[in-house]
T-cell receptor
């Protein structure tokens, strides 16, 4: 079974631009979560989607948004990019919405650099 | 979700057991302890999880204290490929809401 895939793997943008990242979960998984990883802050939760609905959201500004499609694929968007948005963005999928034995499987991430 | 505290870094000799501690003193009754690891430039990889009983799988063992305020991940025979950052998190049954992985423990396995 194929793992979680994320595209693109690397991205360079300039301040003020916007960016869209894509995530394809493991086949059959219905929950997708997004995380931001920076050297100083570690891995921080952005949001979680299940059945095309955002179920949980972390403490990030409204410039960060996402959506999930009927096939469970998900996209996240960051508008008006700032230098501090440079990070590794990780997507993770799980079967359901975090049941007892429902671990997350992570993708390789998208490395975003904002200049 | 409860917060966790882990040492910043640890060393372990190759072939020896690596014991990684985690403190989660504010864990509540319905929260599980999960361990993940992240090898450089890759996404985190699930290792093991538990509620209150000790757990073992092909990768590791998880020892949870009786009061559930701390746990230890044990890699029985560490290899160089186990060099990674290890994250301990706690979460409830429903969703990964606001789960914070923190900065984890950097385990260096030494030849």
């Amino acid at each position: 079974k194929a793992g979680v895939t994320q595209t693109p793997r690397y991205l360079i943008k300039t301040r003020g631009q916007q960016v869209t990242l894509s995530c394809s979960p493991i086949s059959g998984h219905r929950s997708v979560s997004w995380y931001q990883q920076t050297p100083g802050q570690g891995l921080q939760f952005l949001f979680e989607y299940f059945s095309e609905t955002q179920r949980n959201k972390g403490n990030f500004p409204g410039r960060f948004s996402g959506r999930q499609f009927s096939n469970s694929r998900s996209e996240m968007n960051v508008s008006t990019l700032e230098l501090g948005d440079s990070a590794l963005y990780l997507c993770a999928s799980s079967l359901e919405l975090g049941g007892q034995d429902d671990e997350q499987f992570f993708g390789p991430g998208t490395r975003l650099t904002v200049l | 979700d409860a917060k966790t505290t882990q040492p910043t870094s640890m060393d372990c000799a190759e072939g020896r057991a690596a014991n990684l501690p985690c403190n989660h003193s504010t864990i509540s009754g319905n929260e599980y302890v999960y361990w993940y690891r992240q090898i450089h430039s890759q996404g985190p990889q699930y290792i093991i999880h538990g509620l209150k009983n000790n757990e073992t799988n092909e990768m590791a063992s998880l020892i949870i204290t009786e009061d559930r305020k701390s746990s230890t991940l044990i890699l029985p025979h560490a290899t160089l490929r186990d060099t990674a950052v290890y994250y301990c998190i706690v979460r409830g049954e429903r969703g990964y809401q606001k789960v914070t992985f923190g900065t984890g423990t950097k385990l260096q396995v030494i030849p």
